[in-house]
């Protein structure tokens, strides 16, 4: 039995982690307004404006920072992978915070002079060629405007409509934003002149993401660079069935993609390792209920087709594995989406036989008959793989 689709599937992960968000929130622009209060000169009205104005623009500079960060960090280290699945739950909250430092910096600073508040954006004093007199508010204004275009495009639904790489291209533009933002930051400190602090923590920031994405970047380069044997045929050497662990897989690399080979109750299946819904690392993901589960957002594929579970639409690419002398080979060839392909039969030993029946008939797929009080991968299918 399928459920219904919808196009916002929250659970309750994912209002718990929306809750702590909000929660984080709350906290940040609280602790800032006390501190900045306490140790500060005894506040005015536009001094409490002004105070506001930096908690919400440090508030979504720290959160840009994590959004850009969570990524490669998910990479290193398991652990923040349930931080990676609510990415853009994140990124839409980082844009409501520079939305609101973007609109109170305009109350406090443009809304009571001669010129329009836009034109004063815009314009300043009209000097351009200085950096001390550059007004730079105009860099804030682009970065909003991205972040806002990354906001308004996060849902599934630009996915479908764009196409996988045509949005995550237009979600690189992160960077871009976060870029027009060091402008921002490092320009207004600098016409300050009286607080060089944010510029050196933005600096310190920068260093520290790129660093992490050098790490990370040249962890992936060493993997697709790893030589396996080849048959004279241009199938290429994976490993031992029993080498690979249960219900998880080993990642090939060939000339076109990475390939991800799974070892599950029916036996060995080799799939792409790219998921269609977000481009997710399939092969970090496990069987369950005898589907492949995507470890950033829980979309689902049966191993042998590639094809998730009704009512989703979404499939991957199978590859063909063929055992010889104990030894797995893959071609490195995808079939068209959605074919199926016969698992490769692992070698079982005899003390194990029991073991593996019992586990084949707990992790049964929906395709098959499920045995009393088993549920289907389709009466689960990931409330997770449409995010909001």
Not at 3 to 19: A, C, M, T, Y
Not at 48 to 73: D, E, K, N, Q, Y
Not at 337 to 352: F, L, M, N
Request: hydrophobic content about 50%; proline content about 9%; overall charge positive.
């Amino acid at each position: 039995m399928s459920i219904p689709f919808r196009l916002v599937q929250w659970n309750d992960r994912k209002l718990l982690f929306d809750g702590v968000l909000l929660l984080g929130i709350a906290l940040y622009l609280a602790l800032f307004a006390f501190v900045s209060v306490l140790f500060g000169p005894r506040p005015d009205v536009m001094e409490l404006g002004a105070i506001a104005v930096r908690a919400f623009g440090s508030l979504a500079l720290l959160m840009l920072h994590v959004v850009l960060a969570i990524g490669p960090l998910a990479r290193l280290h398991p652990g923040f992978l349930p931080v990676l699945v609510n990415r853009r739950h994140l990124g839409v909250a980082t844009f409501l915070v520079a939305c609101a430092h973007g609109l109170l910096a305009t109350l406090v600073y443009h809304a009571h002079g001669a010129l329009n508040p836009l034109a004063s954006i815009l314009l300043g004093n009209g000097q351009i060629l200085s950096p001390r007199e550059l007004p730079f508010e105009v860099f804030g204004l682009a970065a909003l405007l991205v972040l806002a275009a990354l906001a308004f495009t996060s849902h599934d639904f630009w996915i479908a409509c764009l196409g996988l790489v045509r949005w995550k291209r237009l979600h690189l533009l992160a960077y871009a934003a976060y870029c027009l933002l060091l402008l921002h930051v490092a320009l207004g400190s600098l016409q300050s002149a009286a607080n060089p602090v944010p510029a050196l923590l933005l600096a310190c920031g920068a260093a520290a993401l790129l660093t992490l994405h050098i790490r990370v970047a040249r962890a992936e380069q060493a993997k697709d660079q790893e030589q396996r044997p080849l048959a004279p045929d241009g199938w290429i050497a994976v490993c031992r069935p029993e080498e690979i662990p249960e219900n998880r897989a080993v990642i090939v690399s060939t000339p076109q993609e990475r390939v991800a080979v799974f070892r599950h109750w029916q036996g060995v299946s080799a799939v792409s390792n790219v998921c269609a819904h977000q481009g997710g690392p399939l092969g970090e993901g496990v069987v369950e209920a005898g589907c492949i589960r995507c470890p950033w957002h829980g979309a689902l594929y049966f191993p042998h087709n590639g094809t998730s579970p009704p009512p989703y639409p979404k499939a991957v690419a199978t590859y063909n594995l063929r055992l010889v002398d104990g030894l797995l080979y893959l071609n490195p060839q995808p079939n068209p989406t959605g074919a199926a392909v016969d698992p490769v039969a692992r070698p079982v030993r005899r003390g194990a036989q029991a073991a593996n029946r019992q586990q084949a008939v707990q992790s049964q797929p929906a395709t098959l008959p499920a045995p009393p009080g088993q549920s289907t991968p389709s009466s689960r299918a990931a409330a997770d793989t449409e995010d909001a």
